[in-house]
Structure formats: C-alpha cells, structure tokens
C-alpha cells in the first residue's frame, strides 16, 4: 500500500468526522436558548472599543433605530487614536435586507454641552420621487434645491430633513439629521 492511499483512507474517515463536528456546533450555536437578546449594531460596538465614552448613548440610540430590520450590517469608522473619547468619531454603515440596500453615516464630536451629531441614511425607492413624498412627506413644507431634488423639513424634528432626488425613475432618499447639542 502507498503512503498516499495510506493518507487517503485517513482523510475520508477524519475529515467527514470533523466536518460533521464543525457543523454540529455551529447548529448548536444557533440552536433555540430562549429569548435571543437583542443585537447591538455593529457601530456601537466599534466606537466602544476604539474608546468613545461621551457620546457613545448618543451613538447607540441613533444606530438602535437606523439599523432596525437589517440583516447585514459593515462598517467603516475613522477616530483619533491619540484621544478617542474627545475627538470626532465618524462611521458609514452599510446595511441590508434581503434586496434591499440603505447607508448610514454617522459623525459625532464631543462639544462642551454634549454631542453635535450628523446622521445621514441613504435609500433608494423604486418609485418615483412624488409618490415617495406624498406616501411619507405629507405635510412637510418643501423647497427645490436644483432640478430634481427636493427638500423637506420635519415640522416636528428641527435639523432633520428628507432630501428625495429624481433618478431613474426611482428615487434616492437621504434622510439628515443634525444637532449641535445632542444631549440625551
């Protein structure tokens, strides 16, 4: 017998026994443990590790709503890496569910009275532009930028504005936010 088909038969019987171990812990990993605890997004736990403390509630309140029913979430952050916890800490999430593909960007600086804070949330709708804002933007008083993007101001929210841009027949919504003393 060759050493080769030596290796052979210990290769057939090894790697199914490993592959069938691997694959039965994953699945008891991902087996019923009772109440799934609520995952935290994935930028809240980069800006936890990289060391961002003050505005890290901030963060983490903004992200819990802007990433609700995503299935897929990355992320890019920049920070200070000399001072983590009083400088600027920006993010781009990308996140998505099933075919369905939106990005957040978050910037937050630590100021004297909080946070200031910048969230913009990029979507695509596959519906024109007027169907998007009298589905979801009524009432919101509204003014042309240039041809094809139109801006609307929540009349509740001061800072936050939906901008819809004509595109191909669909229509790109940017959602913005911005406060200069997010306090909590």
Not at 150 to 168: D, F, K
């Amino acid at each position: 017998m060759s050493r080769f088909s030596t290796w052979r038969g210990k290769l057939a019987v090894a790697l199914p026994v490993a592959l069938g171990s691997f694959l039965l812990g994953r699945m008891a990993d991902a087996g019923p443990t009772g109440a799934a605890p609520a995952k935290e997004p994935l930028v809240v736990a980069a800006a936890r590790t990289v060391g961002v403390k003050r505005c890290l509630p901030m963060i983490a309140a903004i992200a819990q709503r802007a990433t609700a029913g995503a299935t897929l979430q990355d992320i890019i952050v920049d920070w200070d890496r000399k001072m983590p916890d009083s400088a600027p800490f920006f993010s781009l999430t990308g996140l998505g569910n099933g075919t369905l593909r939106a990005a957040l960007s978050i910037a937050a600086i630590p100021s004297p009275a909080g946070c200031a804070v910048l969230v913009e949330r990029v979507s695509y709708a596959a519906r024109p532009c007027a169907a998007v804002a009298s589905g979801e933007l009524g009432g919101f008083p509204s003014g042309q930028l240039i041809d094809g993007i139109t801006v609307y101001q929540n009349p509740r929210q001061a800072g936050e504005t939906y901008s819809l841009i004509s595109n191909n027949g669909g229509c790109l919504v940017l959602r913005r936010q911005a406060s200069l003393n997010w306090a909590g």
